[in-house]
């Protein structure tokens, strides 16, 4: 079966320090992953997606994750946190092809990040 | 310019109802989704929807029927609502393939009482 975990339900970091929003998948094939934030009353952005390639992705407001295949891991970074990173964060894994031109996504069950001032 | 958009955002109604979501993307995606986004914050992938073939999450009721009138749109009908059903519905679209990011409305609070 395939599946995305997200093992942390709340993450707290200080302003200024890093942070790391934590993922793990398991599918069958390539991995097609993503991640999403959604701040509250809000729906989902768009933030990076590891599809092949280089295993460091770059992506929106200067988060990236690395795509680590033998500890089938797809972890959140941020050099420095900003109090506005504070979102709940989803890590989401394509599922097989499943028709009407789509690949539906499964989503974690999200990772509360709070930044500290 | 808004790229997906979802109207109402705020729904109350009684159970027993019959009600409409409607959604719509400028984005030109020939793809579109309807979640459900439980109290636990739970995002669950209820259709897939594009002009050719709909996929229906077999966990969905059949209470639910998305509706398309074109592929700008793909509206979420409900019909004798539950108190279950309360939740947040996002509507959200992509290019047709498993490469594409979705893009996700403001979502709809429906509220059963």
């Known amino acids: 079966a395939q599946s995305v975990a997200q093992p942390e339900d709340q993450v707290n970091v200080a302003e200024g320090n890093p942070l790391t929003v934590k993922c793990t998948y398991s599918?069958?094939?390539?991995?097609?992953l993503f991640w999403y934030v959604q701040y509250p009353n809000r729906g989902l952005q768009f933030l990076l997606k590891y599809i092949t390639g280089d295993n460091l992705v770059k992506g929106s407001y200067g988060f990236e994750a690395e795509f680590n295949k033998s500890q089938t891991s797809f972890h959140l970074k941020k050099p420095s946190a900003l109090v506005s990173d504070s979102a709940l964060y989803f890590c989401a894994v394509r599922l097989s092809y499943s028709g009407a031109g789509s690949y539906q996504l499964t989503f974690g069950k999200g990772t509360k990040l709070s930044v500290i001032p | 310019d808004t790229a997906v958009s979802q109207t109402p955002k705020y729904l109350v109604t009684q159970m027993g109802n019959d009600k409409s979501i409607k959604c719509e993307q400028n984005?030109?995606?020939?793809?579109m989704y309807w979640y459900k986004q439980d109290s636990k914050k739970f995002l669950k992938i209820m259709f897939s929807y594009n002009n050719k073939e709909l996929i229906i999450n077999e966990t969905v009721p059949n209470r639910f029927s998305p509706k398309s009138p074109d592929k700008a749109h793909l509206n979420l009908h409900i019909n004798s609502l539950e108190l279950g059903d309360s939740a947040v519905y996002f509507c959200a679209s992509s290019r047709m393939g498993g490469a594409y990011e979705q893009y996700f409305g403001p979502g709809t609070r429906l509220t059963v009482t």
């Open positions: 984005l030109g995606h020939d793809t």
């Open positions: 599918v069958s094939g390539n991995p097609y």
